[in-house]
């Protein structure tokens, strides 16, 4: 199975604040990658797949790059609405896998 | 409006059984794979398992955690997706999601994932 590891596990960042989470693949998987994100209580949303293709309604404001084990999800002028925990997907082969999750807290 | 409204979770004991399911609406069910994802309490969100559309013979995929035990089913006349659940053990203690799975079209596979349910509570405890 292919293991999805993201760091860090935590940030704090401030509002305005530009964050960068990391997703490493435990083998190559092309562009196979996704972004969730996930506010307590709620279910995930879908922000990117496909490495860095944007989901319908997400603002540009996320972007994602990286192809073969090494991705990233950047967040350009954090908002309050944007705290919550990001997670990675790979959808390229059987099973599926999320990365551990990425808690973006407020400084 | 895509709509899943997913039901059924409850309170099992070890070794039982429970079926759970999940009703879509506002667009071609029978068009879309569909998957369900489940979050323990606190942990983070595990694939659970998947059923392709009609084209594809109902084919399913299935995380080893629950390979043997769980089955995905689906009734494109009723747009509802449906998870059994047997010899449940404690640590299937999760939210479980059904999601929007992606589906095939002629220019290539369209990622899903686009689209959740509020979840429903399956609890594994004596």
């Known amino acids: 199975d292919i293991q999805m590891t993201q760091s860090p596990s935590s940030l704090s960042a401030s509002v305005g604040d530009r964050v960068t989470i990391t997703c490493r693949a435990s083998?190559?998987?092309?562009?196979?990658l996704a972004w969730f994100q996930q506010k307590p209580g709620k279910a995930p949303k879908s922000l990117i797949y496909a490495a860095s293709t944007l989901q319908s309604g997400v603002p540009s404001k996320f972007s994602g790059s990286g192809s073969g084990t090494d991705f990233t999800l950047t967040i350009t002028n954090l908002q309050p609405e944007d705290f919550a925990t990001y997670y990675c997907?790979?959808?390229?082969?059987?099973?599926?896998?999320f990365g551990g999750g990425t808690k973006v807290e407020i400084k | 409006e895509v709509r899943l409204v997913e039901s059924g979770g409850d309170l099992v004991q070890p070794g039982g059984s429970l079926r759970v399911s999940c009703v879509a609406s506002g667009f071609t069910f029978s068009d879309h794979y569909m998957d369900w994802v489940r979050q323990a309490p606190g942990k983070g969100l595990e694939w659970v398992g998947r059923v392709r559309d009609k084209a594809n013979n109902y084919t399913t995929e299935y995380a080893a955690s629950v390979k043997g035990r769980f089955t995905i089913s689906r009734d494109d006349l009723k747009n509802s997706l449906f998870l059994q659940l047997n010899s449940l053990k404690t640590e299937d203690t999760a939210v479980y999601y059904c999601t929007r799975g992606g589906r095939q079209t002629r220019s290539g596979y369209i990622y899903g994932f686009d689209s959740w349910g509020q979840g429903t509570l399956v609890t594994v405890s004596s």
């Open positions: 083998q190559d998987i092309n562009n196979f």
């Open positions: 997907q790979h959808f390229g082969s059987y099973p599926l896998t």
